[in-house]
């Protein structure tokens, strides 16, 4: 600062010097008093200055420190470059800004606090601004001192430090816009995604779709920007659909799920759809985003799945899961309208015969022309199924709230069936004629499907009994039918535990007329319904599988009567028959029962001889074979019953280890005279012969069949003319009366 020179030293130097010149006496030039007034002005008026010159100081001090502040703290981060690129100065903006303490960026690189991408351009740059006037601008990315980076737009201009040309440059952070742009970009990207994607205002009003939208639907953005989604509808969903989507999005703000559009063209297509409400910073919804995907091929997928699952594959009938299924709704329904329905079951009349002589193709050419004409003739709503086989069924629904009028429109539609199925069929290049056989059943809403199924199933078989190709209903008798069997079967259990079952001998008898064994027949000692014969039983004890226990008895207390005839000479040589039934001999361990029950007994196997019928030797060769083989090694006969009415062929006949061929009553019934059973009833006899086997004729009633039979060489008998089956102690006094027993 310059010093003004000191006027008040002057004066008083002029005044002190005037003085000395000057003695006390001596006549001053001017007055003292007057020059030390004058001197004190000059104090006053230099104090003066001095008080304005420390003014002066303050004010520049506080302007400066003004400056630093506005340096420093100013809202850009301001730093100064020398032309070599080292950072000169930098204000505590800057600083912050970078994460990076002042003193660790003075002297350092500019361009090392740049992302290394940045720094070649920076160069130039940097260059040509330190070449030109003016100022120039451009957007860096910088390194922070924490690893993030930041963003910054750097205005930058030629100026000087210590007259060396320099580079001022203020950095301003666009990190936050640069991200929201990024974000945008993002979004961008996004909406232009494979989903198809529509934003729609409150009112639901589109105003903006992307390209895939575009792609799923068919509708350019200007065919719907201003239209609302109804556009897309299909008439697969109902106003229930639509308002349920709605409300979900007034609750959660959110709605997903599987929509059928429609598209420009007119296909239907499937589409997994997300509708999100976007909320304002207020919490007001501002816009909905619908954004989806095309799923048609996963739907196509699904329904295949369901059609394997739920159809059968040949006829594309529903199968027996789905006709299950539609009987349960059926029965809904019913019990909703009160109005019965019907069941009927169909079986192709024959079909096993077409399918072994003109093969499988056939067979499936048949079943799907049967399917076609089954379609035809019932109506939309009508549920048609294949369970496999032949086996077909139709469900009618609704028919009528009254008994006989739904009866008489099952009928209908039955006899329509009938009718259609019964024209003739072109088959692989030939003609071919099949019938059917159908049962109905009608059902209410207090059935059960098992008792539906039943019912209709009976029928069926009253039908195919009735001759086929025709229809017949199941009826109250048949039900009463079904009833009285399960109370039979009910009895049936218990009556080995109350002792009821008897064994009853029916005499064989040889060309001498002499007794030379029984056949054991089982009967049912039945408290209410006295005596029950095995025809009324049997087969319901094979079904629920009492057979075996009750087979077991059998076996057991023949035996014991074997051992117990052991002593006596006159009984000794007897031989016993004892039928075995199919379900018996099956199980795995039917030798074993039959070996420990000759152990137990002590019954001598020899004069044990069991039963088989032609059907159940029939069912599984290989298995009777041996079987059968075991069995004989412990001792005991074979005879072949009802011999004539299978279809045993001689040459497995030879393998089977057979004692003995029972001829069927059948074929003795009408002898002599009917000449058929005369042919049948010699070849069996011939053929035991050559084959080593005795014969022995069952149900002989008369002196003319005995007498015939023994003509052709029969040499054993057995039937009504010579005794009924008889309980036991009958059976002994017939021994006796022959002469034959003690
Ligand atoms: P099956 O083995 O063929 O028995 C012969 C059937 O013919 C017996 O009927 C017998 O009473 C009857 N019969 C005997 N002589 C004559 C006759 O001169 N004329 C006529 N019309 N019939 C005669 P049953 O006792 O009613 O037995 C019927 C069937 O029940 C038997 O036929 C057999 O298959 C089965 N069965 C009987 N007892 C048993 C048994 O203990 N176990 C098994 N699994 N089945 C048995
Ligand atoms: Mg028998
Ligand atoms: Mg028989």
Redesign the pocket.
């Known amino acids: 600062m310059n010093k003004k020179p000191d006027r008040g030293k002057s004066l008083r130097g002029a005044a002190e010097a005037q003085l000395m010149l000057s003695p006390a006496n001596a006549q001053p030039q001017r007055p003292a008093l007057e020059l030390l007034h004058e001197l004190q002005v000059h104090q006053i008026e230099l104090e003066m200055q001095n008080e304005a010159l420390r003014q002066a100081q303050v004010t520049i001090e506080q302007s400066r420190d003004r400056y630093v502040d506005l340096y420093e703290f100013a809202p850009v981060g301001i730093l100064t470059a020398t032309s070599d690129g080292l950072i000169a100065k930098v204000n505590l903006t800057c600083s912050a800004m970078l994460r990076k303490e002042r003193k660790k960026l003075l002297n350092q690189r500019f361009d090392l606090q740049l992302l290394p991408e940045d720094r070649d351009r920076w160069h130039r740059q940097a260059r040509l601004a330190l070449q030109s006037e003016g100022k120039h601008s451009c957007e860096l990315a910088l390194k922070r001192g924490d690893g993030a980076v930041l963003y910054a737009l750097a205005d930058y201009q030629r100026t000087e430090i210590d007259d060396a040309p320099a580079l001022r440059v203020a950095l301003t952070d666009i990190t936050q816009r640069r991200q929201a742009e990024e974000d945008l970009r993002i979004a961008a990207i996004a909406f232009e995604s494979e989903e198809g994607m529509m934003v729609a205002d409150t009112h639901g009003v589109i105003i903006r779709v992307n390209r895939a939208f575009t792609a799923l639907t068919g509708y350019s953005p200007q065919e719907v920007m201003g239209k609302t989604p109804a556009l897309l509808r299909s008439e697969r969903h109902d106003k229930a659909f639509y308002d349920a989507m709605w409300q979900s999005l007034r609750d959660k703000r959110y709605w997903q799920g599987e929509v059928w559009n429609r598209q420009k063209n007119g296909d239907l297509c499937a589409v997994w759809l997300t509708i999100t409400a976007v909320a304002a910073p207020d919490g007001t919804v501002s816009h909905y985003v619908g954004s989806f995907s095309d799923i048609t091929q996963n739907k196509l997928a699904a329904e295949e799945i369901f059609r394997l699952a739920y159809f059968d594959p040949l006829t594309h009938l529903a199968n027996r899961r789905r006709l299950l299924d539609r009987l349960g709704q059926a029965l809904t329904t019913a019990a909703e309208t009160g109005r019965l329905g019907a069941i009927l079951f169909l079986d192709l009349d024959n079909f096993k015969t077409l399918n072994d002589t003109r093969g499988h193709d056939s067979g499936d050419l048949l079943l799907l022309e049967v399917a076609q004409r089954m379609h035809d003739s019932v109506r939309a709503g009508d549920t048609l199924a294949r369970l496999g086989g032949d086996e077909f069924v139709v469900l009618l629904e609704n028919l009528s709230a009254h008994h006989g009028e739904a009866a008489a429109l099952a009928n209908q539609v039955g006899q329509k069936l009938l009718h259609s199925l019964d024209q003739p069929y072109q088959l692989k290049g030939f003609e071919y004629h099949g019938t059917v056989s159908i049962g109905v059943g009608l059902f209410h809403a207090q059935d059960t499907i098992e008792a539906l199924l039943k019912h209709a199933d009976l029928a069926l078989y009253q039908a195919k009994s009735g001759g086929r190709n025709t229809l017949r209903f199941f009826d109250p008798a048949m039900q009463a039918e079904l009833d009285a069997r399960s109370a039979l079967e009910a009895d049936l259990r218990q009556a080995l535990v109350k002792q009821e079952l008897r064994l ?1 001998y ?1 005499p064989q008898i040889d060309l001498q007329g002499r007794v030379v064994g029984a ?4 009967r049912w000692q039945h408290a209410e319904r006295g005596m029950v ?3 009324e039983f ?1 087969s319901l004890a094979e079904d629920c599988g009492l ?1 075996v226990p009750i ?1 077991l008895w ?1 076996l057991e207390s023949a035996c014991a009567q074997l051992r117990a005839w052991q002593s006596d000479p006159g009984t000794a040589a007897l031989q016993l028959a ?4 199919a379900r ?1 001999f099956r199980q795995a361990d039917f030798v074993d029962q039959v070996r420990s029950i000759l152990q137990r007994s002590e019954a001598n196997p020899a004069y044990l001889k069991l ?1 088989l ?1 032609e059907s159940l030797v029939l069912a599984n060769v290989a298995d009777t074979i041996s079987k059968m083989q075991a069995l004989k090694e412990l001792g005991l006969g074979f005879a072949l ?2 011999f004539g009415t299978g279809f045993s062929s001689l040459s497995y006949l030879t393998q089977l280890p057979l004692e003995q061929l029972k001829i069927d ?1 059948s074929f003795v019934r009408d002898l002599p005279g009917n000449h058929n059973n005369e042919i049948i009833a010699q070849t069996i006899v011939n053929m035991g012969q050559s084959l080593g086997l005795n014969v022995i004729a ?4 008369t002196a003319a069949q005995h007498q015939f039979l023994q003509q052709h060489g029969c040499p054993l008998y ?4 010579f005794s009924r ?1 008889l309980p036991l102690a009958e059976f002994e006094r017939f021994l006796q009366a022959k002469g034959q027993a003690g």
Not at 578 to 581: E, Q
Not at 698 to 701: F, L, Y
């Open positions: 009853y029916q056949e054991v027949l089982l014969l095995p025809r049997i057979i087979g059998v004892v039928n075995v039934s018996q039963e019928t019953d009802d009553k069952e149900g002989v009633e057995q039937g009504y003319w089956p």
